[in-house]
């Protein structure tokens, strides 16, 4: 069985908007912010891939796309680690947009499928941040990615990933995979629960979703033609423990409830 082959019940038809669509003025408005921002991304050259950079270009991408970015004030790392090993930050996973969020947030490395890495927006974002890209046709490089991950905490590097390994239109769907929390049981490094969801004007919604066999393009003039659209980040207290099945499972039920009042 390869674990990274996972297919997800939802499709195109799931994401909806939950508030009415913009003016053709705002998308045009939109586009052209966004241009703006992807622009001068590329100017900074290898600058991009500092933190404090990465973050304000991620931040900038979201304005662009008339997309409210909410989150706490709790951090993505956990801090103070005995032995200083870095954080194994997991969250669900609905949209491409889930990447931008969690990038103007707090920059990490990310490990993501192959395919994101040729993605235009976010791609050149992913790079970067230093993405760890896998392929998940190929169930033999499952171990070498797990000891990467290992030896990126051990060594104080903090990690994002998806353990539900595609995208859903819910928080809840899809179970998460126990493979990627070896890497934090190897190393001895916490585990951060995040959800990441989405509002229309304070309403839930799944406009932003990334789903079956939709193209990218698609999905883009989905999320820039989208009302009060906000994207919500919640880290939630972190995890620790040396069994991934247990990990897996209690990162899940906390993924699964969202902390952060709706706005209106």
């Known amino acids: 069985m390869n674990p990274w082959a996972v297919e997800s019940l939802c499709t195109p038809a799931c994401a909806t908007d939950a508030a009415p669509r913009v003016s053709l003025g705002e998308r045009v408005r939109r586009y052209a912010s966004l241009t703006c921002a992807l622009s001068r991304g590329v100017s900074v050259g290898g600058r991009l891939a500092e933190p404090g950079v990465l973050r304000t270009r991620a931040r900038a991408v979201l304005r662009a796309l008339g997309v409210r970015l909410e989150a706490g004030t709790e951090p993505l790392r956990v801090p103070g680690c005995a032995g200083g090993t870095g954080t194994l930050i997991v969250a669900n996973h609905i949209s491409w947009l889930d990447v931008i969020s969690l990038l103007a947030v707090e920059p990490v490395a990310l490990l993501a499928k192959r395919e994101v890495g040729r993605w235009p927006v976010i791609g050149t974002l992913a790079r970067r941040s230093g993405t760890r890209f896998i392929d998940r046709d190929r169930v033999r490089e499952l171990p070498k990615v797990i000891e990467s991950l290992a030896s990126m905490l ?36 916490p585990v951060r629960p995040v959800t990441i969801d989405y509002y229309q004007n304070g309403t839930p919604s799944t406009v ?36 991934r099945r247990t990990l897996a499972a209690e990162a899940r039920a906390a993924v699964s409830v969202s902390e952060l009042p709706a706005h209106a």
């Open 154 to 189: 051990h060594a104080g590097r903090s990690v994002m990933v998806f353990p539900q390994a595609t995208t859903w239109c819910s928080v809840s769907g899809g179970r998460f995979r126990r493979a990627t929390f070896q890497a934090a049981v190897e190393a001895g490094a």
């Open 208 to 243: 932003a979703g990334f789903l079956g066999d939709e193209d990218f393009g698609a999905s883009l003039r989905r999320v820039v033609g989208a009302g009060g659209l906000a994207a919500r980040v919640t880290a939630h207290r972190p995890l620790f423990g040396a069994d």
